[in-house]
């Protein structure tokens, strides 16, 4: 009769415990609580003095709960060190000499789909009881995959975050090209932007001040994602005001350098060139900053010119140690080809990259092409190249054609 009593209160014991631990998973209670919960009930309702509750985190099992045990046990075990044999029921762990689970009574490893989750390591409160291991590991499991299924929940929510800023980022860029082109008598225009994800560095403008005057650009920002695409945002803001005011180029490249400098502390950069061009004086004026060369390629020419005079890159140094505004006068029919390093560096399937000189041989022989063909002509010279090797960076070709 005692015996059956005592089975009868085990049983209403592992009830109240089930119940209490499936109400706060319901509840959606935070992970903290349903540890606290678990392990509550382990101490009071079922007998249990000590317990070390460890449970799967990306190649490890991290230790969630430990009560009662007074050695030294890892906070976290590599899953290289636990040893499964299934065929004998045993578990074997290969720690260090300094970590041991020689206090403790027993252990129980918990599965999910043959995927171990937790292992569960136990030592009685009364001796002369049994522990009821079927149901104290059902109880773990309820409470493991609980876990799982919130740091599932967790990872969702995140991506579903970073999807949204992706989408914002993306459309902040989006809003930063200009929305066409000119096609006309005297300046045509042809970009190919290939981002190498869906929020890339690179940027390209192109404002006609004037009937006479015209402002051309090519950037690209250090680092990925909304943050850069916000920081070139304020970049081209900061720009465009600019080029409204009567400020000449040194100016203008100066003031772009000390706003960012100031936003950014001098952690993130900037390779920017800066062209500006009047079709009344046929002159060309520009500001290369620590950018790829664009090729100036004059129609009849054996090869195109490099135009390197400027400065160094934006936002590293409060002030420029120097700046040189590069000229080109008496152009008449000529080309201009803007690219960042993302087409450089594109590679082929041997991991040789396409190089500064191929593009350089390749505007010596087509730069003074219809810039809708010279992109055609590019576009399948770089795939031959690449045989579909993804990009590493995002790859601009801004090409201006002046008649």
């Known amino acids: 009769m005692i015996k059956e009593t005592h089975k009868f209160q085990r049983k209403e014991l592992q009830l109240k415990s089930l119940l209490e631990i499936t109400q706060a998973i319901n509840e959606n209670q935070s992970e903290a609580v349903l540890l606290n919960i678990f392990k509550f009930t382990c101490l009071v309702h079922l007998n249990i003095k000590a317990l070390i509750l460890y449970v799967a985190k990306e190649g490890a099992f991290e230790n969630k709960i430990s009560h009662g045990v007074k050695g030294n046990v890892p906070k976290l075990i590599s899953t290289d060190q636990v040893l499964d044999e299934k065929s004998t029921g045993e578990l074997r762990l290969e720690l260090e000499e300094q970590y041991s689970f020689a206090e403790l009574e027993t252990y129980l490893p918990v599965y999910h789909k043959d995927k171990m989750l937790a292992i569960l390591f136990l030592k009685r409160k009364d001796l002369s009881l049994d522990l009821d291991l079927n149901f104290t590991q059902a109880l773990t499991n309820i409470l493991v995959v609980a876990l799982e299924n919130k740091r599932f929940a967790r990872k969702q929510l995140e991506q579903e975050i970073l999807n949204r800023e992706v989408a914002i980022a993306s459309q902040v860029q989006q809003m930063l090209f200009p929305a066409e082109l000119p096609i ?220």
């Open 184 to 403: 006309d008598k005297e300046l045509k225009a042809k970009v190919t932007y290939l981002p190498h994800s869906m929020v890339g560095g690179d940027y390209y403008d192109l404002i006609r001040k004037s009937k006479d005057e015209v402002y051309f650009c090519i950037a690209d920002v250090s680092g990925k994602g909304i943050s850069a695409a916000l920081l070139m945002s304020n970049f081209q803001a900061a720009l465009r005001t600019l080029l409204r005011s009567d400020a000449d180029l040194e100016m203008v490249v100066k003031q772009l350098n000390y706003t960012l400098f100031e936003n950014t502390n001098g952690e993130r950069f900037i390779t920017f060139f800066l062209g500006y061009f009047n079709f009344k004086t046929r002159e060309l004026s520009y500001v290369n900053a620590g950018h790829n060369p664009p090729l100036l390629y004059r129609e009849g020419a054996d090869k195109g010119e490099n135009l390197d005079a400027g400065t160094t890159i934006l936002g590293a140094f409060d002030e420029l140690p120097f700046l040189e505004i590069g000229k080109r006068e008496g152009l008449n029919n000529f080309s201009l080809h803007l690219y960042t390093d993302g087409l450089t560096e594109a590679m082929n399937p041997t991991g040789e990259e396409f190089g500064e000189e191929r593009l350089e041989k390749f505007v010596s022989k087509n730069g003074g092409l219809d810039p809708d063909d010279f992109h055609r002509k590019f576009l399948k010279k770089i795939n031959s190249f690449s045989k579909n090797v993804p990009l590493r960076d995002d790859l601009t070709l801004l090409s201006l054609k002046f008649q």
